[in-house]
């Protein structure tokens, strides 16, 4: 059985009883693993299936047509084969990740160069997919929505007297990553230790994650079941909440902890794309954690979060 809660968002806009219900589970599910189901977001089912097609149009093209669109790792652009190996992260040294992704963020620039160069910087538009780029400007306004709507729900999971993450979350980060997972024909088999996505946690607040099924798809960590495949399920985004909330939780929830197995021997062809939208907080927020009895750990220093965020991008990059 699953350690991850579906959990229904529009039982918690019903308000009252249905709220604090959906509140309660959600506390417990991110408990358990950090990850949650989440049905009832509203999302125009149509537009991760057309935002999917065209980033897959970009991917086919030549090498050295996406090579013009190179970036490091954090920056808006392609992140070719190579560039990541996230599991460095938490300290484990593995062969790059088995993935190249197309990244883009947010353009509310602030006017200071220095931030606005990390953080905001314009995202770049391939000229041989055109309709990708509104595609992605209408679908990462509705995550926006969503994600928004999830801190609500997660400060009265927390039982807090009001929502502190609306203030500190006002003109927030934000990275969207469409990761394309190629079949063993493009990466070659993999190498010993070699994954997708090596075992990782995500870096901000809150991750929301539209996926396609597979055999060398999304597994999930718990002390509980420790590696199992996580759920899917094609109506519900998959959410789970990162670094940052975890440490504003006072450590409550775990950030949760997953991994994307390499292609399996039983489907070498398989080939995927994910769209993860990746949600922080004002690069500049001041989060202050949460004492107990909310949160599990006294004391914890606040932060600063765009120092916290940039800590752990610089960890996963390779070279």
């Keep these: 059985m699953s350690v991850i809660a579906t959990v229904d968002l529009s039982r918690w806009r019903s308000g009252g009883s249905s709220a604090d219900e959906v509140a309660d589970a959600v506390d417990a599910g991110l408990q358990r693993a950090g990850f949650i189901l989440v049905t009832g977001h509203g999302i125009d089912p149509g537009l991760p299936h057309h935002v999917r097609a065209a980033a897959r149009e970009f991917f086919a093209l030549p090498e050295k047509v996406k090579a013009g669109y190179s970036v490091p790792v954090g920056g808006h652009g392609w992140i070719g084969p190579g560039a990541e190996a996230n599991a460095y992260a938490e300290g484990t040294e593995t062969p790059p990740d088995l993935k190249e992704s ?136 998959t959410v789970n909440i990162g670094d940052l909330l975890e440490y504003w939780s006072g450590r409550r929830w775990p950030s949760g902890r997953h991994r994307v197995l390499p292609p399996q021997p039983h489907a070498p062809e398989e080939d995927l794309v994910s769209l993860i939208y990746f949600y922080e907080a004002n690069h500049d927020a001041r989060v202050t954690p949460l004492d107990p009895p909310i949160g599990r750990v006294a004391g914890l220093p606040p932060v600063t979060c765009a120092d916290f965020i940039k800590e752990r991008l610089d960890a996963i990059t390779v070279g």
């Excluded at 400060?155 to 007297?161: I, N, R, S």
């Excluded at 934000?174 to 070659?188: E, L, Q, R």
């Design 102 to 237: 197309f990244s883009l963020g947010a353009e509310t620039a602030t006017g200071d160069p220095g931030v606005d160069r990390i953080w905001f910087a314009p995202n770049v538009w391939p000229q041989e997919v055109p309709a990708l780029q509104q595609l992605v400007k209408e679908y990462t306004a509705q995550l926006r929505r969503v994600a928004d709507e999830l801190l609500a729900l997660f400060a009265h999971a927390l039982k807090l007297p009001s929502n502190p993450f609306a203030a500190l979350a006002s003109r927030p980060t934000w990275t969207m990553n469409i990761n394309h997972y190629p079949p063993v024909s493009v990466v070659g088999e993999p190498e010993p230790g070699q994954f997708r996505i090596g075992p990782h946690t995500d870096f901000g607040t809150v991750t929301l994650l539209d996926r396609e099924p597979g055999a060398g798809g999304l597994q999930v960590y718990s002390e509980e079941a420790g590696w199992q495949d996580a759920p899917y399920d094609p109506d519900a985004l």
